[in-house]
């Protein structure tokens, strides 16, 4: 199962929506490009499996 979540871009400060996927596990982290920016963000995402409620934190990414 799928659904869409929004986060803060780290470099530019808009918000993004990006796809979590419930069967990768309740915590996540990858790296998306900014919608707006471009920017690569690294993001972490977590849910609790039970409710299903979606926290994500994003970071500038690392070279």
Known sequence: MQTTA?????YCGETNSTFVD???GG???YIEDCQVCCHPNTL????????LDI????EYEDF
């Open 6 to 10: 929004e986060y803060m871009c780290a």
């Open 22 to 24: 419930f069967s990768a």
């Open 27 to 29: 915590q996540q982290s």
């Open 44 to 51: 972490y995402v977590r849910f609790d499996e039970d409710t």
């Open 55 to 58: 926290e994500i934190d994003s």
